[in-house]
Structure formats: structure tokens, C-alpha cells
Antibody, heavy 117, light 109 residues
Framework: EVQVVESGGGLVQPGESLRLSCAASGFTFSGHWMTWVRQAPGKGLEWVANINQDGSEKNYVDSVRGRFTISRDNAKNSLYLQMNSLRAEDTAVYYC??????????WGQGTTVTVSS | QSALTQPRSVSGSPGQSVTISCTGTSSDVGGYNYVSWYQQHPGKAPKLMIYDVSKRPSGVPDRFSGSKSGNTASLTISGLQAEDDADYYCCSDAGSSYVFGTGTKVTVL
């Protein structure tokens, strides 16, 4: 069974850092682009970042570029999102998802990040 | 990276058809045949319903269909069922990024 499970969310103060993890199983992790998508409370989906199969290509939404870093460890079947200089507007549920062609076909249950003083 | 424009809500009775539009620009929807659609029930993760404009993943009913004309993509749900009551989001490749739509609440009356 294809599965991705996020972890690492929590409550942090503005300016602090957090590292999210996503553990993948049931598929060849190294064969897929992976992505992070977030959803602020009561709001829509927002694409955050994606990474290619070997980690050599990474893309970010403008609002997080320079603060967030996406990475992966294919040996551990894991995806990461290092989030620095967090802001209140980064508060959201963060989803990890697998790319299949142009679609994101496997999603985790999400991990909640709250940035508040 | 502006969000794609979707109607806030659409509704229909069981058995009817509804169509959700997703309007972007030539830099996203109009420039790539890489539009996908997602269904999200409250408190749940999104589910892929359509990818590459009109392809259905295995397990998605053929009541769901996708199309594109110019800068506007569309999702049609035929034979509306109670379980289709949910939020729907489009998403498009925009070159080195992706952009989601504003989301549409589908209500089954």
C-alpha cells in the first residue's frame, strides 16, 4: 500500500525554525518527484515546494523561497522541509504528496504547524 | 503565482451534472496540459480525481471528467451523488512551480 506519513509539526514562536519529515512506503520513493502543500485554517490549498527524484532540482513558492528548504534522503525513503524564520502566515496543515505525472496522487494526513507568540 | 480562479460554489440535485471552471493564464493553465483536480472532504486530505487535464487515476469513477480550452480548465461531475459533496481544487503546472485554484464547494441538494 502506497503511504506517506508526515511528522514534526508543532507550536513555535515567530522567527523560530521547524523541520517537517515525511516517511514514504509502499512504492519506489526514488522514482518520484515529491512535494509539500499547505492549507491555512479555513483556506484553500497552496503548493509550497517540490523536489525531483535525486534532489538536484528544487522549486519553491515565492513566499517561502529563502526561508524553507526541501530535501530528501532516498536511502531512508524520506522527504523533509526545513522551515526557518517562521511567520504567523506560515500557520497551516502541511501535507506531503507524491507526484504521478502532473497529479499528486498519494497524500499524508498532514501535520499542523502553528506560529504564534 | 496568483491562484487560479474557481467559482466559490456550485450545487446540483442527485443525478444532475455540474461543471467547475478553473481560469488561469497562458503562463499556467493555457501553457501546459498539466492540470489536475482534487476532491477534499472536511478534515481529510485531498484526493486526486483528474491529472494531465483529462486522465482519471484508477478507482476514480468515470462520472468525473476533465477538459481544457485556452486558459480555462473544467471538471464535470455527471450523475451527482451524495458523496460528491465536497471541496474541489484545480492545480496547474506553471513552469518551475505549481498553482492551485481558489477552491469550489460542491453542494448536493
Amino acid at each position: 500500500e502506497v503511504q506517506v506519513v508526515e511528522s514534526g509539526g508543532g507550536l513555535v514562536q515567530p522567527g523560530e525554525s521547524l523541520r517537517l519529515s515525511c516517511a514514504a512506503s509502499g512504492f519506489t520513493f526514488s522514482g518520484h518527484w515529491m512535494t509539500w502543500v499547505r492549507q491555512a485554517p479555513g483556506k484553500g490549498l497552496e503548493w509550497v515546494a517540490n523536489i525531483n527524484q535525486d534532489g538536484s532540482e528544487k522549486n519553491y513558492v515565492d513566499s517561502v523561497r529563502g526561508r524553507f528548504t526541501i530535501s530528501r534522503d532516498n536511502a531512508k525513503n524520506s522527504l523533509y522541509l526545513q522551515m526557518n524564520s517562521l511567520r504567523a502566515e506560515d500557520t497551516a496543515v502541511y501535507y506531503c504528496a507524491r507526484f504521478h505525472y502532473s497529479g499528486m496522487d498519494a497524500w499524508g494526513q498532514g501535520t499542523t504547524v502553528t506560529v504564534s507568540s | 503565482q496568483s491562484a487560479l480562479t474557481q467559482p466559490r460554489s456550485v450545487s446540483g440535485s442527485p443525478g444532475q451534472s455540474v461543471t467547475i471552471s478553473c481560469t488561469g493564464t497562458s503562463s499556467d493553465v493555457g501553457g501546459y496540459n498539466y492540470v489536475s483536480w482534487y476532491q477534499q472532504h472536511p478534515g481529510k486530505a485531498p484526493k486526486l480525481m483528474i491529472y494531465d487535464v483529462s486522465k482519471r487515476p484508477s478507482g476514480v469513477p468515470d462520472r468525473f471528467s476533465g477538459s481544457k480550452s485556452g486558459n480555462t480548465a473544467s471538471l464535470t461531475i455527471s450523475g451527482l451523488q451524495a458523496e460528491d459533496d465536497a471541496d474541489y481544487y484545480c492545480c496547474s503546472d506553471a513552469g518551475s512551480s505549481y498553482v492551485f485554484g481558489t477552491g469550489t464547494k460542491v453542494t448536493v441538494l
